[in-house]
């Protein structure tokens, strides 16, 4: 558990660095959109698996998040 959360941290981190190149390109992000996706649904023992092969509601979610800024507020 203490290396996923050490590889979520760097993932966090190289976000972080995605969005700061970005933001120097469009600053405020006025005319960017940001999409995040994943293919977790990884289950951490739940039901006695951890794989992403069972047919429970842990394993087929996933995240996805839209991020614009400036985008949605113009008309």
Avoid: W
Wanted: proline letters at 4%.
């Amino acid at each position: 558990m203490i290396d996923s959360c050490r590889a979520l941290l760097a993932v966090d981190e190289g976000v972080g660095r995605i969005l700061d190149a970005l933001e120097a390109r469009d600053p405020g992000l006025e005319h960017t959109i940001v999409v995040f996706t994943s293919d977790q649904g990884v289950q951490n023992g739940q039901h006695q698996h951890s794989t992403k092969k069972t047919p429970y509601e842990e394993s087929i979610r996933v995240p996805f998040v839209v991020r614009a800024d400036g985008v949605l507020g113009e008309t």
